[in-house]
């Protein structure tokens, strides 16, 4: 299962996901960065936007911190890519 990088944004002020070329995707969540709530929050965002189930949706990398690598089971990076993008 290979991933792609996010940068996330706890405590901000809606769940959305920007996608700019050339970066990660900006996945801003209004959960904390406490006791797993934000990753939680990354988690129902990215299975929403990409039309999965939760627990298809895995952090590879970087659970404690602002930068992560996420997966879909049965995803390639490139569509899972393209599918945070159309949902914005």
């Known amino acids: 299962m ?6 996330v944004r ?3 002020r809606s769940d959305a996901i920007v996608c700019v070329p050339g970066r990660p995707p900006a996945v801003s ?16 965002l ?8 939760r627990c298809e949706v ?13 997966a879909v089971a049965g995803m ?3 569509r899972l890519a393209a599918r945070l993008a159309a949902g914005t």
């Open 2 to 7: 290979n991933g792609i990088e996010i940068r």
């Open 10 to 12: 706890p405590r901000a």
């Open 29 to 44: 969540v209004t959960e904390p960065a406490e006791g797993g709530k934000a990753n939680d929050a990354v988690i129902r």
């Open 46 to 53: 990215i299975a929403r936007a990409a039309g999965v189930r």
């Open 58 to 70: 895995s952090i590879l990398k970087g659970a404690s911190g602002r930068t992560k690598t996420v």
């Open 76 to 78: 390639d990076a490139a």
